[in-house]
């Protein structure tokens, strides 16, 4: 089996040999809590253990797919409040009495503007808001199924490295019947 570069190898807890690192990403929400979010957990290996090429690929990968996953989930979140935002303002204008004064946000200034107009423009913003967000969720959905996906094929690729069970070694020890 190749060895690893040594971009990917670090002092071991001791400081005395170099070895193979293997980085999680943090990304669960006591992570998050603890101030660790992103910033990996090191699992250092022994020299002995190096992860194949084809695991080393799937776990870049799943990285890359995480990644993109906590983008996606940042821009949900965002079209949420700009959503809610919305709600609030239409709901506001459809309070308001016909012959009330009515004003928008456009940069730093405040535009006098007719209900009927200002309301169009909100019910538009959210219908794009809607759409968008539904796009996102299926990004979502997408990433989701790659992250599951891919840890399958890590599973898969490592069951050949677990012990057997204990049916297993019981068979073969040649029970006599």
Known sequence: MP???????????EGKNKVPVLRLPRHDKGARENG??????????P??????PQAQQILMQMQTFQQQLQSVLLQKETMQI???????????????????????VVGPLLVKGKKSELK???EEKLETIELRAKSVEKQEEKLKEKLKESQQ???????????????DVSEGMGRSE
Not at 3 to 13: G, I, S, T, V
Not at 36 to 45: A, P, V
Not at 153 to 167: L, R, T, V, Y
């Open 47 to 52: 020299e002995q253990i190096q992860l194949p």
């Open 3 to 13: 060895e690893l570069p040594e971009k990917h190898k670090r002092r071991d807890p």
């Open 153 to 167: 094929k890590i599973q898969d690729i490592f069951k050949g490295f677990a012990p057997p069970h204990e049916e």
């Open 82 to 104: 700009q959503k809610i935002e919305l709600e609030s303002a239409k709901t506001e204008l459809e309070k308001a009495d016909e012959k009330e004064e009515v004003y928008k």
């Open 120 to 122: 169009k423009e909100v």
């Open 36 to 45: 660790c979010e992103g910033k990996g957990e090191m699992i250092f290996m």
